[in-house]
């Protein structure tokens, strides 16, 4: 968590109280994607025991709170300009080998990532970085790297940029195809 305050996150639990007074903490930093405004939402969550239905559920509910409500935000929800890292922390001693690629949620401008943290035994399982390319695996890599599973800083809204530019020059060729053959 001291990883997180370096690197511009904020929360309103008090860093000197620590996290095991809470049943979540939230850290979250503003961003700036080209011109459209978002967030980096970072969710720690204890839970007693992790199963599938939880995974779901909390895939779900988090996405739906951070989408986009504003026309404006709708708009440029093309960037993905929301991540939240949801990381579920097991109170057991369990290891988990659960497929987290599923329940990776897109929808309305955010992007949902879980993961699953165990302390007990040192573990950390991340969505698999081998059948994920696109936007979502450099914001994996990312969070390994808040977490110091990755030496190199990671520019995970690098892709997502770049494929909004290239979204909008087949637009415009498109459009540029409509007139000329309006005229034609």
């Given at each position: 968590m001291q990883r997180l305050r370096e690197e511009g996150f904020s929360s309103d639990v008090n860093p000197d109280e620590g996290w095991q007074e809470h049943f979540e903490v939230i850290y979250r930093r503003d961003e700036k994607i080209s011109f459209a405004n978002g967030e980096t939402v970072v969710i720690f969550t204890r839970i007693p025991e992790l199963n599938e239905r939880i995974l779901r559920q909390t895939s779900e509910s988090v996405v739906n709170l951070y989408r986009a409500k504003k026309p404006i935000d709708k708009l440029l929800s093309v960037l993905q300009s929301t991540t939240i890292y949801h990381?579920?922390?097991?109170?057991?001693?369990?290891?988990?080998?659960?497929?987290?690629?599923?329940?990776?949620?897109?929808?309305?401008?955010?992007?949902?990532?879980?993961?699953?943290?165990?302390?007990?035994?040192?573990?950390?399982?991340?969505?698999?970085?081998?059948?994920?390319?696109?936007?979502?695996?450099?914001?994996?890599?990312?969070?390994?790297?808040?977490?110091?599973?990755?030496?190199?800083?990671?520019?995970?809204?690098?892709?997502?940029?770049?494929?909004?530019?290239?979204?909008?020059?087949?637009?415009?060729?498109?459009?540029?195809?409509?007139?000329?053959?309006?005229?034609?």
């Open positions: 990381c579920l922390v097991t109170e057991n001693e369990q290891p988990h080998n659960e497929l987290l690629n599923q329940f990776i949620t897109r929808g309305g401008g955010a992007t949902f990532i879980p993961v699953v943290m165990v302390p007990a035994i040192n573990q950390v399982l991340y969505p698999s970085l081998e059948e994920r390319v696109g936007t979502v695996r450099p914001r994996i890599e990312y969070l390994q790297y808040l977490l110091n599973e990755r030496r190199d800083a990671v520019n995970m809204h690098k892709g997502t940029v770049q494929a909004f530019y290239i979204s909008m020059a087949v637009l415009a060729v498109v459009l540029v195809a409509i007139v000329f053959s309006a005229f034609a």
